[in-house]
């Protein structure tokens, strides 16, 4: 599980996140919801120790992570697929994912292998350069690097920005399939409300870096209040 | 055969390829540092010619030479990791003028410190292999035993490197944090040791080639004795591309071989002007020099 305590976070003379709480249950997806600009994905990059906060706490199962470093949190068991995937486009396929299982703990090529299987698209293109491959690929690849690491919660920011709507469902399906398979702790932050509401147990809805909402997936995507004025979901 | 081995145009191409695997190996050692941290180490020279001081003048001459060279070595790892951790890492998304001036800074301070301990005037190395041409039906070969022992030392130079950044997972950890350092993190790689690895690993290869320059019998080792090299290195790196090691490779060797036949036939005063003249002409048409991979990269 992880939780955020109280977290506030500025960029200079901006503030981003203003004393923010919340629990993301394991094995459960999580959806962070907001339009721009909302701080969603300065939560996530305080999660991962990328951004530092002015004051509140976050902790993974007991385990404060804050005040480590990246590198740290990352071996921990925390996975950050970012915003815009950060696959490396120079490296191949394989060299991603190769950089991704430096600190798995078991064989290379168990773990390799084990992705193939879950993202078999990947296995075709293993020698080309992640520069050749498509938005949807792309995203595979960034999900599929953090998982080899075998993280027990897997941040995903926006992995839908820029997909066509039905490889965004696809995506999603996945996502929700990891989960159900392996009990990984999802947090999944997106513009795209509906389809993320779509397999998120809960629901927590972000607006000027607070909190505005945080209630079960279900009764958030009811809510005609929320969807008008905070998810842009106009009938 | 042997006419041709000894002719005037083979002459020019050998002693142009020794002289160009030095442009190429100073060429490396920059690239290492720029791809890793986007600096242009002016002080490189300088660092390994302090290392050298300490490999041969702080041990007896009278010491092996192969020992020397390599405490020189460890003695530039550990100057250069020592640069990053010290100088460099408090220029880190400065403007881009801060670093070069911290750089040419300490490129003089090296060589002023280097005068005040071991003077100005030049030292002699040992030479470990002879510098008299091989001899072919009683007539020179342009190439000596001493030339032959710097080229195959660049190549298995060259040859380490390229296999460490392309076959283990260090060096795929090294490339990362120099194309993406965030990503890096996010993966677990330890960024901040990886840009000091990558210039320890340059000042080595920079401790070598200095180790290579000074063991020369005519240039020997002074405070200044790599500037010459430096400049020469610094501009086949320049036209290479600052980012790739192939580009080190190809262009210190190429423009090894063309001021050589330039020196021969024109005037050893024009060698100086023909590598500005290629470096202009090479920066007029692809500025990002002619092996570079940099481009524009899609989101």
Redesign the interface.
């Known amino acids: 599980m992880i939780r955020v305590d109280g977290v506030s976070v500025a960029y200079g003379a901006v503030q981003a996140l203003r004393d923010v709480s919340l629990e993301a249950a394991t094995g459960a997806i999580t959806a962070v919801l907001g339009a721009n600009g909302a701080g969603k994905t300065t939560l996530l990059r305080t999660i991962?120790g990328?951004a530092t906060p002015r004051s509140g706490t976050v902790s993974m199962d007991e385990v404060v992570l804050t005040g480590k470093?990246?590198?740290d949190i990352?071996?921990v068991g925390v996975g950050?697929v970012?915003e815009?995937r950060?696959v490396?486009?120079?490296?191949t396929v394989e060299?991603n994912l190769?950089?991704?299982a430096?600190?798995a703990p078991g064989p290379l090529g168990e773990a390799l292998a084990q992705q193939y299987e879950w993202f078999p698209v990947l296995g075709e293109r293993r020698k080309q350069a992640a520069?050749t491959l498509s938005g949807g690929e792309r995203q595979m690849l960034a999900m599929a690097?953090?998982l080899i690491?075998g993280p027990s919660v897997l941040l995903l920011d926006e992995p839908s920005l820029g997909l066509a709507p039905l490889v965004t469902a696809q995506l999603m399906h996945t996502v929700a399939d990891l989960c159900s398979t392996t009990g990984l702790t999802v947090i999944l932050v997106e513009q795209n409300a509906r389809s993320a509401l779509r397999i998120a147990e809960r629901a927590v809805v972000l607006y000027l870096g607070r909190v505005v909402a945080d209630d079960e997936a279900a009764v958030v995507a009811r809510d005609d209040q929320l969807r008008q004025y905070y998810l842009g979901m106009v009938e | 055969m042997s006419a041709l081995l000894t002719s005037r145009n083979v002459a020019d191409l050998l002693g142009g390829v020794t002289n160009g695997v030095i442009y190429s190996l100073v060429a490396l050692s920059l690239v290492l540092v720029w791809r890793s941290t986007r600096i242009l180490n002016f002080a490189q020279g300088a660092m390994a010619m302090i290392a050298t001081y300490i490999g041969f003048a702080i041990l007896a001459p009278s010491t092996n030479y192969w020992i020397s060279m390599a405490v020189a070595i460890v003695a530039g790892m550990v100057l250069g990791g020592a640069t990053e951790r010290v100088i460099v890492r408090a220029l880190y998304g400065k403007p881009e003028i801060n670093p070069v001036v911290a750089m040419v800074g300490f490129l003089l301070v090296l060589e002023s410190v280097a005068a005040a301990i071991w003077s100005t005037s030049s030292r002699g190395l040992p030479t470990p292999f002879s510098m008299v041409d091989w001899q072919l039906n009683h007539k020179p070969v342009a190439m000596s035993p001493f030339a032959l022992y710097e080229i195959i030392t660049a190549v298995v130079v060259m040859s380490i490197i390229a296999v460490l950044f392309e076959y283990t997972?260090l060096g795929?950890?090294l490339?990362?944090a120099a194309?993406?350092p965030?990503?890096?993190?996010?993966?677990?790689?330890?960024?901040g040791r990886m840009l000091t690895l990558g210039w320890m690993l340059s000042s080595g290869v920079g401790a070598i080639t200095a180790v290579l320059v000074a063991s020369n019998y005519f240039t020997g080792l002074t405070p200044t004795t790599m500037d010459g090299v430096f400049a020469f290195g610094f501009i086949a790196a320049a036209i290479g591309g600052l980012d790739s090691p192939v580009g080190a490779l190809v262009s210190g060797v190429a423009m090894g071989v063309v001021l050589q036949f330039v020196g021969d036939y024109l005037n050893s005063n024009a060698i100086i002007l023909v590598a500005l003249g290629m470096l202009v002409v090479s920066l007029m048409l692809r500025p990002n020099g002619l092996f570079s991979?940099e481009r524009q990269?899609?989101?």
């Open positions: 991962s990328l470093r990246t590198e990352v071996r950050h970012p815009g950060g490396i486009a120079e490296f060299e190769r950089l991704g430096m600190i520069a690097r953090a690491a | 997972k795929l950890q490339r990362a194309i993406a965030e990503v890096s993190r996010l993966l677990g790689v330890r960024v991979a990269r899609r989101v």
